[in-house]
């Protein structure tokens, strides 16, 4: 019997690595060894991580590089804010670079990234800390079911 292939709706366990170019690891299953499960399409996976999926069985595994445009895309300038100083805990080392979780109205977790700091003004970008860079990712298939017709 030939095993199951990833298709959209199909139920998947997996291991999976995400790194940056210089292969610093962005997240990774593997260091809980919690295994990630999902089902194609259901949002937990962009887009085109999940097309690096498609067809693969379990025992595969399959690295995917994928540039700024095809993985998180880039900085949205309306997505750049001012806030000041004194919204943001006394103790937080706020410098270029560093990423920040915040409460959204929605009360969902967002990431900023400080761009900079002048006087009493901090810079924000909500856009998603990976925008603007490449991406490697990844995956260990390690279960297959096709979705119920």
Do not use: C, W
């Not at 292939?5 to 292969?23: A, C, N, T, W, Y």
């Amino acid at each position: 019997m030939n095993s199951p292939k990833i298709q959209p709706g199909s139920r998947v366990s997996l291991h999976f690595r995400l790194m940056l170019e210089d292969s610093t690891v962005v997240d990774s299953s593997y260091d809980n060894d919690e295994p990630l499960s999902l089902v194609v399409g259901d949002g937990t996976l962009i887009e085109s991580l999940e097309a690096t999926l498609m067809g693969l069985a379990p025992g595969a595994k399959q690295s995917a590089q994928l540039a700024p445009e095809n993985a998180y895309g880039f900085t949205d300038e309306s997505n750049i804010h001012t806030m000041k100083r004194s919204e943001f805990d006394a103790s937080l080392k706020l410098e270029p670079g560093v990423v920040i979780g915040f409460d959204a109205p929605s009360g969902e977790q967002v990431s900023g990234t400080i761009v900079d700091v002048v006087e009493q003004d901090v810079r924000v970008d909500f856009s998603h800390p990976l925008a603007n860079r490449t991406v490697i990712f990844e995956v260990e298939i390690l279960k297959v079911e096709l979705a119920a017709k």
